[in-house]
């Protein structure tokens, strides 16, 4: 289109997928924005996209003109498989916009903020401690810990229970997401989304919408019981939350996009939501607090001091913890956890950075870009707490600071994953010291690349405090 933003020249078919490496394409991003700017165009297969990288460009699409950029793409593999219902993949109108509100306020009545989701949350952590607590004097890859921990975190908020770290359920739940993620990822699902003859036949991508179907029967399963067991009116989790609120849209009108399907649905864009992003950040910060002992030692310094005396953390003490405070937010800048953000489509024709954006055109928001700007960070790229410190010691959060995204479509968990990862990171340094084992060579930062990045499996040394 007339004066779209400029980009390497696509090939049929293919598009400009042969100009990233399909492992991370993350450095070949960076090298495309230095040549063609700040915005610049790819075509993925024959769908054009726009690439939003830096801080004004991000702000200008994502907050000033939010509507415009509020969509999500569809008609693609992944929407297939969610059936277009839930909340992180549906486009932007009045179902995502109903969803998204009651999500919210539900979020906030189950504690966000108040003492009941701390206390669910302090609840898991002490599962946390018991696996650390064995492992003292050795080492432990501490990925499906956290991964679990996480899990658990919403599922105590969607379903009201917790789950053993072995339980059948939990396993089952983890392999279905694993696989699919990775299926609707990788290069079936850019075949299926390129190629729409092809969607029929048996190819491998098939198995991502039987899990698919494996899922929400799972998910049935939860809200039968639910639907047994409650009583209206007292809301004992999300779910019981929803089927309140559908028996009020039931019995005032018929319009309303609310219903069971969706809650399905919902369920488990909550549950995968919020599961990854935390664990894989949690895995981030605590290898760089292992390789990085001066910065782990002030902060359990800080730690000791301010909670001299009380039996456990609470998120309020976040505010007598400058330099804590700024090792979490630093953590969460240098693991970028969602580092190409969930991607967006424009609502109307519209215009970013003087370009010209057609309605409908993929946009592509890269986090990473803004979480490691120059001139946006005193050491965008070495991980160091001063970032968010000022000349006063005092904790700053710069505008840059969107690992969350920004705009209407911002991460709605940001207020339970903060509260997550300051409780987590707080309650296990203040018990144990973490070491890089002396066998494990030097650490490796680079991240594996997916919907999240992650750090490549490491073994975490344990030690008791003192020792
Ligand atoms: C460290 C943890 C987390 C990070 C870094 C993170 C990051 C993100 C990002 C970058 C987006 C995309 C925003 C956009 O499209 O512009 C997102 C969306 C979303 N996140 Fe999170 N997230 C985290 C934890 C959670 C948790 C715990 C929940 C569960 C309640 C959650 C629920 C969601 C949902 C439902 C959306 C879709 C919002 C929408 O489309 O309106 N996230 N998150």
Redesign the pocket.
Known sequence: PPNFPPGPQPIPIFGNLLHLSLGNPMKDLEKLAKRYGNVFSLYIGGRPAVILNGLESMKEA?VTRAADFAG?PQDLMINHVTEGKG????DYGSS?KEH?RF?LMT?KNFGLGKQSMEERILGEISHLIAPLAKNVGKSMNPQVLFHNA?SN??CL?LFGSRYDYNDEFLKTFVRLYTENAKITNGPWAMLYDTLPMLRHLPLPFQKAFQNAICCRQMSLGLVTQHKETRIPGAPRDFIDSYLDELDKVCSFYDGSSFSEAQLIMYVL??HF???D??S??LLTAFLYLMTHPEIQERCQQEIDTVLEGKEHASFEDRHRMPYTQAVTHES?RI?S??PL????STTRDTEVMGYSIPKGTLII?N?TSVLSEEGQWKFPHEFNPLNFLNEQGEFEKPEAFM????????????G???M??FLIMVTLLRRFKFVWPEDAGEPDYTPVFGV?LSPKPYRLGVRLRGN
């Open positions: 994502l999500r909340v992180i993949l549906v995502w998204r999500a979020l996480a975190i919403i908020v864009d909550l939501a919020g599961t992003t935390t894989n950040t969460q693991a956890t969602v953000s969930v991607f967006h928001p986090l690992p969350f995204s920004a705009g209407p479509r911002m991460c709605l968990g940001e339970l994953a903060r997550e990862l999240t």
